[in-house]
Structures are given as structure tokens and as C-alpha cells.
């Protein structure tokens, strides 16, 4: 072989080398194009949504990857009409929303209210320092519950001696990233910090600190 056929292999080796790297390129950068578009949408929500009280993290943890995901939150109302809600919906139609209210309900009437009523299925129950949380073992009805004592600095007069407190119920639509018993903690946990913010927005009288945490449910 010659000295000029050696020096056109070589460089007829070295374009196609090239080429086959920039192919790559192109194909990597269009694989990764791809995967941004379709899973960004929960990550570009905001790190903390719903006045605060509901984190990125716990929704990614929950919903699975969207192209475009949105949140919101709503207040109204003060005393006994206070509410609060909250929700993240995605473009796969995957969604977790939540809302608190103040009612004049006891304890064992609200827990027995989720075994009732429509509600006749198990749930599993942790209660730390008077707050109490519950989960649906329901995978057709997948909720969260959490009950904190709160009285209202208006309350009407017919009621004033009443017991009352903020309830929250958090429920999950769509495929979710987990279920089971992982599932309802996580919904239990966001269901709670959504209570937390609730209550310091309800402004209820004799407020009371939260815990770091709930207890995790022990299940069969």
C-alpha cells in the first residue's frame, strides 16, 4: 500500500468516526430533549406550594413524571367558616388535592365516620399528643384524614361550648409512583403538614405546638 492510498483510509476512517460520534451526539441530545419534556412538569413546580405547607418533594414522591404539571391553594372564611385547600394537578391526569375545615364534630364521631356513612372499609389510626390521623386501607378510595382540637376565636353563640377542630382529608387521583402502605404515609404526611398550616391560619385560641411528626402506621 502506498503512502497516499494509507493517508486516504485514514482519513476516510477518521470522517466516519466523527460522524458516528456526532450521530450519537445529535441522538442523545434528542433522547434527552425527549425525557425533559415529558417528566419537567413536576419539576418545575415551586419548592414549597399551598401557602408553605406542601413541598416538591412530597409531591414527587407521590405523583409519577408529567410533562406539565400546576398547583393552587385557596383561603376563606374565618371562625367556624374557615376553610383551606390545596392541590397539584399534572397533564396525565394524576392529581393530589386537600382541604381543611373547622367543624364542630368530637373525636370518636369523626373516626367513626370513616368506617360509616358510605365509608365501610379498614383504616389504620395513630394518634400523638390529642392530634389523630387516619388512612383508608380502600385502594379504590385512597384518602388521609388528621384531626387537631381547635376552637375558633368566633364561634357562634348557639355553639360556643362546642368542641371543634381543623380536619383535613387529602385524596390522590390517577396512577400514583407508590401504593399500599407507602402510599398512605406519604398522603398521612402531607395531610398533616397541611393541618399544621391550616391551624396557624385559622388562628385557633390556645394554640398548640406540633409535633416533628406523626407516628408511621403500623399495618398488618
Not at 104 to 117: A, F, R, V
Not at 121 to 129: A, C, E, L, P
Not at 166 to 192: C, F, M, N, P
Amino acid at each position: 500500500m502506498d503512502k497516499s492510498t494509507w493517508s486516504q483510509e485514514r482519513i476516510a476512517t477518521w470522517k466516519s468516526g466523527k460522524g458516528l460520534l456526532l450521530c450519537l451526539a445529535v441522538l442523545s441530545l434528542l433522547g434527552g430533549a425527549t425525557w425533559i419534556f415529558f417528566v419537567k412538569g413536576l419539576y418545575l413546580l415551586p419548592e414549597k406550594m399551598c401557602d408553605g405547607a406542601l413541598k416538591r418533594s412530597a409531591v414527587t414522591q407521590i405523583l409519577p413524571h408529567s410533562r406539565s404539571a400546576s398547583d393552587g391553594s385557596d383561603r376563606r372564611g374565618a371562625g367556624d367558616d374557615f376553610s383551606f385547600s390545596c392541590y397539584v394537578t399534572t397533564s396525565n391526569d394524576s392529581s393530589i388535592s386537600g382541604q381543611a375545615d373547622i367543624r364542630p364534630i368530637p373525636k370518636d364521631k369523626w373516626l367513626e365516620s370513616y368506617q360509616s356513612g358510605g365509608r365501610d372499609n379498614r383504616i389504620v389510626h395513630v394518634s400523638v399528643q390529642g392530634i389523630e390521623a387516619v388512612a383508608q386501607l380502600d385502594p379504590e378510595d385512597i384518602a388521609a384524614g388528621v384531626y387537631v382540637p381547635c376552637v375558633p376565636r368566633v364561634a357562634p353563640s348557639y355553639n360556643a361550648s362546642g368542641v371543634y377542630a381543623v380536619i383535613t382529608e387529602v385524596s390522590v387521583a390517577g396512577d400514583t409512583k407508590v401504593t399500599g402502605a407507602a402510599l398512605r404515609q406519604a398522603l398521612t404526611d402531607i395531610t398533616y403538614r397541611l393541618t399544621e398550616r391550616a391551624y396557624e391560619l385559622a388562628e385557633c385560641k390556645d394554640p398548640r405546638d406540633f409535633p416533628e411528626e406523626l407516628p408511621h402506621y403500623e399495618e398488618d
